[in-house]
Each structure stands twice: as structure tokens, then as C-alpha cells.
């Protein structure tokens, strides 16, 4: 059971907008700590896509943006590519368990 | 071309022990807190621990499910930092990444260069 909360699958066709959202509690993300975001394909290394709950890395493009509201986050993804069939994960700060914590991932399938 | 790899997986038996190693290239490694994470087969990442710069004391940090079998070091001159894992278990059975500490302020720490991951399998 992970801290963090995500739907395990969303999907969407080429062009169409879809959001993945992460729950938290009082002891993470409803603390105040910051919700980070990560692209994965199985057997590569992981890509960090968005920090600090909306800033994105160098490269990665504006279709990608988040956001952050009390005990939640959200990751949006606009004009869906094939190429963005992945994993994502959302990760943020628990202070009850003193580490860094993830959701257990959205797998997301472009139609 | 920053970049992290890493190494030192492979069979063990429950109850011996492992070391991976994470190889930095590309940036300033002794001035970077580096990290530790899983990943078990059919499951999310998982973070295993970190460690600080030598500027921070070398000092680390662990999840609570490592429980004192795991420890992390590193080798500023190599650029490198390790994982030693004892007493393995066949639920540590996962691929281990390493990656770049982006930001170590507790309130908001991410990771922000991962390598590709070493597979550790704990079986007999």
C-alpha cells in the first residue's frame, strides 16, 4: 500500500488532454511538502519530469504541467503523444515516516 | 553528458550479502547528495536511502523498512557511491536504482539524473 495515491491506469487518443492525480494526507503533501513527478519506460532510467509541484526541467516540453492543492496533485499531459506511453509517479515528503515517499505508478496508454 | 551507472547486481542467496555501486560522470559528484531506490517486479519505486556531501558531513538517511541491514557510502576520488546490502531477503528482490539528489531541502527533495538500474534476485 503505497502513501501517496494514484489510479493505477489512464488513457487517452493522440492530441487529447489526460491528468494522472496523486492523494496524499496531513503527513505529505497536506504538510506543505512539494510533489515531484517521473517518467518511466521499463528498463530505462527514470526521467524526472516535473519538481517542485509545476517547474519542468530543462527539455521537457510545456504539453507536461502540475499543479498542487491541499492534500492532492495533479499531473496534466495536452496533446498526447505516442511517445508518452509510460509509467508515472508522483513522489513527495512524508514526515511521519522521515523519507521520501511515491505513489505505485500510473501506467499511461495513448489509444 | 551527466550521467550515472550502476553495477553490482546479480544472484545472491538469502541472508548474504551485496554491494552495488552508482559510477558518476559528467558533474561535480563530491558536491552531490546521491540516493537509492527499488523497484520489485510488478511494483512502484520505492526509496531506499541517501547520502550528503562530504560538505554535509557524509551524513545519510534510510527508509524505515532497511531496519540497519543496509548502509550507503561513497568515494569522492572514484565517484561513486555504494549500497551494501546484508542479510538479504527474497523480498529485496528488485532492481536497485541510483540518482542525483536535485534538491535536499526536506520540504521539497527530488532526484533529478537516474541511471538505468542493476537487478538483485534473492533466491536459493
Known amino acids: 500500500q503505497s502513501v501517496l495515491t494514484q489510479p493505477p491506469s489512464v488513457s487517452g487518443a493522440p492530441g487529447q488532454r489526460v491528468t494522472i492525480s496523486c492523494t496524499g494526507s496531513?503527513?505529505?503533501?497536506?504538510?506543505?511538502?512539494?510533489v515531484h513527478w517521473y517518467q518511466h519506460l521499463p528498463g530505462t532510467a527514470p526521467k524526472l519530469l516535473m519538481y517542485a509541484n509545476s517547474k519542468r526541467p530543462s527539455g521537457v516540453p510545456d504539453r507536461f504541467s502540475g499543479s498542487k492543492s491541499g492534500t492532492s496533485a495533479s499531473l496534466a499531459i495536452t496533446g498526447l503523444q505516442a511517445e508518452d506511453e509510460a509509467d508515472y509517479y508522483c513522489?513527495?515528503?512524508?514526515?511521519?515516516?522521515?523519507?521520501?515517499?511515491f505513489g505505485a505508478g500510473t501506467k499511461l496508454t495513448v489509444l | 553528458e551527466d550521467q550515472v551507472v550502476e553495477s553490482g547486481g546479480g544472484l545472491v542467496q538469502p541472508g548474504r550479502s551485496l554491494r552495488l555501486s552508482c559510477t558518476a560522470s559528467g558533474f561535480s559528484f563530491g558536491d552531490s547528495a546521491m540516493s537509492w531506490f527499488r523497484q520489485a517486479p510488478g511494483k512502484g519505486l520505492e526509496w531506499v536511502g541517501l547520502?550528503?556531501?562530504?560538505?554535509?558531513?557524509?551524513?545519510?538517511e534510510y527508509a524505515a523498512f532497511v531496519k540497519g541491514r543496509f548502509t550507503i557510502s561513497r568515494d569522492d576520488f572514484k565517484s561513486v557511491a555504494y549500497l551494501q546490502m546484508n542479510s538479504l531477503k527474497t523480498e529485496d528482490t528488485a532492481v536497485y536504482y541510483c540518482?542525483?539528489?536535485?534538491?535536499?531541502?526536506?520540504?521539497?527533495?527530488?532526484?533529478?539524473?537516474w541511471g538505468r538500474g542493476t537487478l538483485v534476485t534473492a533466491s536459493s
Open positions: 547520502i550528503r556531501s562530504r560538505d554535509y558531513g557524509e551524513t545519510t
Open positions: 513522489q513527495s515528503y512524508d514526515n511521519s515516516l522521515s523519507g521520501s515517499v
Open positions: 496531513s503527513s505529505n503533501i497536506g504538510d506543505g511538502y512539494d
Open positions: 540518482s542525483r539528489v536535485g534538491s535536499d531541502m526536506v520540504a521539497t527533495r527530488w532526484f533529478d539524473l
